[in-house]
């Protein structure tokens, strides 16, 4: 009996061993780290989730105009027609805030879908991460983002570098006739993909009649700053055929500006603005801006829609393109068009 169990134990021991030196037998092909497994498709109410189930973190941008009132408008109105949860989060236009905002709701348990208006296109690899890490669905919406496409699932806004092309071309029809074509371009918040595309698609369509920019600053999309900068340039030169406001509220500002330096907005000086808000129309009845090239706020239908359907797990297209128009002073229907507009 104690040598069968001396045999035992010799056996069992023999086999740790062989075992610990990976069976000196085969040749130890170096472990691969085993698989990062992909990222579970949808919550976990999928494949039937609702949008009762849905609790949105949602980081604006901040205040700065009639396009982002409507714009968060749109997504507070929507979320209690659909009865999903908003979790609304201001970033009062600084990115910084906006980075810890995403993080505060990575952390938030409730959070399952997070929904980014991005100040700036980079700096967000670590925090979308760290949203797939922790199984939220991520929708991008308003203004695109440099950030591989798996960190989140689609990106719902507009083409700004096709607003900057119409907006040439009608600078182009609006400059016709005049003894020059000299512009100045108030530009968008540095950094942020509006302010990046509306300006590069000007400068791609703004050769087609030699089109000359002779000042471009930002006016962080604001009128205050908008008229304060447009003020500077006439101090220094009233040489201006044309003024390209990357949005109507700068467009505002330097209507202003003009009318102070004794200039006629909209005959002296061509003005053209992007956004088409309500407010724009007003100003195109009163003569004070040419053109309006729209850029649709009413995002959050399209949003919300796309978050329950990668929450269900279904795959998305990466860039669904805002479809848009232009809006001009000369336009014989004018009056009516401003009535039918919803923001
Ligand atoms: O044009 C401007 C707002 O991101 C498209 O941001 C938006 C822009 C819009 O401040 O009015």
Redesign the pocket.
């Given at each position: 009996m104690f040598r069968f169990k001396k045999i035992v134990f010799l056996f069992i021991v023999g086999m740790m061993v062989l075992t610990a030196c990976g069976g000196a037998a085969t040749t130890a092909a170096p472990t691969e780290p085993p698989p990062t497994p992909e990222p579970k498709a949808g919550l976990d109410c999928a494949p039937n989730c609702q949008y009762k189930d849905l609790v949105v973190g949602f980081l604006q941008?901040g205040s700065?105009?009639?396009?982002?009132a409507a714009n968060t408008a749109s997504f507070k109105e929507t979320a209690e027609q659909l009865g999903l949860t908003l979790k609304f989060y201001d970033s009062q236009n600084d990115l910084a805030k906006q980075v810890a905002g995403f993080h505060q709701f990575n952390q938030d348990p409730e959070v399952n879908v997070i929904v980014l208006?991005a100040l700036e296109t980079t700096g967000w690899e670590e925090v979308l991460q760290e949203a797939m890490d922790a199984g939220k669905v991520v929708v991008i919406e308003?203004?695109r983002i440099d950030a591989p496409e798996n960190l989140y699932v689609t990106y719902i806004?507009?083409d700004?570098a096709l607003e900057g092309r119409k907006s040439a071309e009608e600078m182009c029809k609006l400059l016709e006739g005049m003894k020059g074509k000299k512009v100045w371009e108030l530009v968008?918040n540095v950094g942020?993909s509006?302010a990046k595309d509306r300006g590069q698609g000007f400068r791609e369509g703004m050769g087609a009649c030699g089109i000359e920019i002779t000042n471009s600053q930002t006016g962080n999309?604001s009128a205050t700053e908008g008229k304060q900068v447009t003020e500077a340039w006439l101090k220094e030169s009233k040489d201006v055929q044309g003024i390209f406001a990357?949005?109507?509220?700068m467009g505002f500002g330097a209507i202003e500006a003009l009318k102070e330096a004794g200039l006629k907005p909209g005959t002296d000086v061509k003005i053209l603005s992007?956004?088409a808000t309500g407010n724009a129309f007003k100003a195109m009845l009163e003569g004070d801006l040419n053109v309006t090239v729209e850029?649709n706020?009413l995002l959050a239908p399209q949003v919300y829609e796309a978050a329950l359907k990668a929450a269900n797990g279904e795959e998305l297209p990466k860039w669904v393109p805002s479809q848009e128009g232009v809006f001009r002073s000369d336009d014989p229907n004018l009056e009516e068009i401003t009535a039918g507009r919803t923001y």
């Open positions: 941008t700065e105009g009639g396009w982002r208006a308003d203004r806004g507009s700004f968008g942020s509006a999309w990357q949005n109507d509220e992007v956004d850029c706020p």
